[in-house]
């Protein structure tokens, strides 16, 4: 021991602790498959516990959940689907036509849609929940001026009231949109882009423009921020089927 350098004194010291550390953890391991299962889950609670107090004081790395777009579509998706109606034209004792996309806004069933030309207010109107239930509906009031049309679920205490979330906040140009259209097996869901907003709150209502090219006609269906907020309806009266009603516009106007 005398002749060797202290070189060799650290890589004789450092084999020694690694040895023994191995006959350590085999012992260990040995008397814990033996020991019974109590004894076994207190020193694994211990033994957790010590490693969180010592990950604090040394600050140590936490994990960060990343989340995807893929994901914020889906959620978004999944947040909105239960407060979605579809809305069906009943003359006399005929077969029922669609008529648009409405939405749940708040808790006692009020529903919201565009305000199209195929309008007729002495008409009879149901509602497709995405549950499959169905529905009546009330004509409530319509608001030319804003394009919307009112109407209101019949008894809702036999159904589960899901209201929307609308969002006040203007979208951003090159902003991710996600328009939603029917509802259960029908529900098709297009992923896009905000490619223009048209209009100034001052003088014209503003209009967003996305660039999602749809071949379905979903009066009121709507279009969402990756939050599940909603950022407006579908406008039929304008060409093109890229428009939509401003939900701060839509806002304005229920509220009155």
Same mark, same amino acid.
């Given at each position: ?83 979605? !109606?579809?809305?069906?034209? /009943? ?12 939405? !749940? ?14 309008? /007729? ?9 995405? @549950? ?32 929307? @979330? ?50 379905? @006609?979903?009066?009121?269906?709507? !279009? ?29 106007? !229920?509220?009155?």
């Amino acid at each position: 021991m005398e002749s060797l350098t202290k070189t060799q004194l650290i890589l004789l010291t450092l084999l020694l602790s690694f040895v023994t550390s191995i006959a350590t953890g085999i012992m260990t391991s040995s008397l814990l498959q033996s020991a019974p299962t109590n004894v076994t889950q207190t020193i694994n609670r211990v033994v957790e516990r010590t490693i969180e107090k010592v990950s604090e004081s040394t600050g140590g790395t936490k994990e960060v959940q990343v989340v995807s777009e893929d994901d914020s579509v889906i959620g978004a998706i999944a947040q909105n689907a239960p407060s979605l !109606i579809s809305i069906r034209q /009943i003359q006399g004792s005929g077969p029922s036509n669609f008529y648009s996309v409405g939405i !749940i806004f708040n808790k006692d069933g009020e529903v919201l849609t565009e305000r199209t030309s195929d309008f /007729i207010r002495d008409l009879t109107y149901t509602g497709l929940l995405s @549950n499959g239930a169905t529905v009546d509906l009330t004509f409530e009031r319509e608001i030319v001026e804003s394009g919307i049309v009112i109407f209101k679920i019949n008894n809702t205490s036999n159904q589960k009231i899901v209201p929307a @979330n609308f969002t006040k906040s203007l979208p951003k140009l090159g902003q991710t949109v996600i328009l939603m259209e029917g509802i259960g097996g029908d529900l098709t869901a297009l992923v896009g882009r905000v490619a223009l907003i048209q209009g100034d709150s001052s003088t014209t209502p503003r209009t967003i423009i996305t660039d999602i090219d749809s071949a379905k @006609n979903s009066p009121g269906a709507p !279009i969402l921020d990756l939050s599940g907020n909603i950022l407006g309806i579908r406008r039929t009266d304008v060409s093109g089927g890229k428009s939509f009603f401003y939900a701060p516009r839509i806002l304005s106007a !229920i509220s009155k």
